[in-house]
């Protein structure tokens, strides 16, 4: 007697690579017509797909409503696995025509915080002397941007401060630089250098170079000035750029505030000079996060191992 088909066995033997593609894109495009017009077929094939699928799983996976379809519970569940499963074979076609073609695959990076800039162009010139075909690229944007490239496989690894925000299911974190106190930096031949005392009165009285409206330094550098009974600096030039705030410390004399490990690099590079002030205030960790929830592309698995057992900035 022939032993009966476990049901999660007869789900997946049933369902086919285009029943999630067509799921994925009802999720995304909420009508059959915008999916229809999508895959160059008729809306009627793609009802019929979406048929074929709600009957393998037994039950409903969108609510039609009046500006298209809205996903059921199972239809979100679903969802979710799809874009899993879609973007791991994403990642595994992406792997055989880097074979194929004689390359070592892609790596990309994004970074929200200058801190790690030094260690990881020195690691990434490294690392390409091992991986020389590897595709290594370094791409720009906001937190949830970079959230929503993660969670789609576009982006292999962020470097930023930890944020509440990446406390995802499908995200994984490591920190690389602990907590770090901020250090309140001058221009090279600031009048203030000379001095061995300083007031957080006097500090906010001389031109800075303050961080943007909205910004974690500008929170950071509000808070410990009345931490110390004092209303923070107002005057000076707002500016987010790094580079930018160094070309005007040059050009004038200007404060500044930066976590101590940009702090220390800028001054060994002889662009600033660290002022005897202590704020009693530190930033949050950095961490590294990329997504969990799928298999990493082998360069970028390369380069996390690399980093990770190397590492020396905690």
Not at 50 to 62: D, K, R, S, T, Y
Not at 100 to 109: A, P, R
Not at 156 to 179: H, S
Not at 222 to 239: D, I, K
Request: hydrophobic share 45%; glycine share 6%; proline share 4%.
């Amino acid at each position: 007697m022939l032993s009966a088909v476990h049901p999660v066995q007869s789900l997946l033997a049933r369902l086919k690579l285009r029943h999630l593609r067509v799921i994925q894109a009802l999720g995304e495009l909420r009508t059959a017509a915008r999916v229809a017009e999508h895959f160059h077929v008729s809306p009627a094939a793609v009802s019929k797909t979406l048929a074929e699928v709600e009957e393998i799983v037994g039950m409903p996976l969108f609510e039609r409503e009046h500006r298209g379809m809205r996903p059921t519970e199972l239809g979100k569940e679903m969802l979710e696995g799809a874009a899993i499963v879609i973007g791991q074979l994403g990642r595994m076609a992406e792997s055989l025509h880097a074979l194929k073609e004689g390359t070592q695959g892609q790596l990309s990076l994004a970074f929200r915080t200058t801190s790690m800039h030094a260690y990881i162009a020195q690691a990434i010139c490294t690392f390409r002397e091992s991986h020389p075909n590897v595709d290594i690229s370094i791409v720009e944007g906001g937190i949830l941007e970079l959230i929503d490239q993660l969670d789609e496989g576009e982006l292999d690894l962020v470097f930023a401060y930890d944020d509440p925000r990446f406390e995802q299911e499908f995200l994984r974190r490591t920190p690389m630089i602990a907590e770090q106190a901020l250090v309140v930096v001058a221009s090279v031949n600031h009048q203030l250098l000379g001095r061995k005392r300083l007031t957080a009165k006097e500090l906010a009285e001389h031109p800075w170079c303050l961080p943007v409206q909205g910004g974690r330094m500008l929170y950071h550098l509000h808070a410990a000035f009345r931490a110390l009974g004092e209303a923070p600096p107002t005057q000076g030039v707002r500016v987010s750029d790094v580079s930018m705030t160094t070309k005007l410390m040059q050009a004038a004399d200007f404060l500044a505030v930066y976590p101590q490990h940009i702090a220390t690099q800028l001054e060994r590079e002889g662009l600033v000079r660290a002022l005897p002030f202590k704020l009693d205030r530190k930033v949050e960790q950095v961490v590294a996060v990329w997504n969990g929830a799928l298999v990493s592309r082998s360069a970028a698995k390369a380069f996390r191992n690399f980093i990770f057992n190397g590492k020396s900035m905690t």
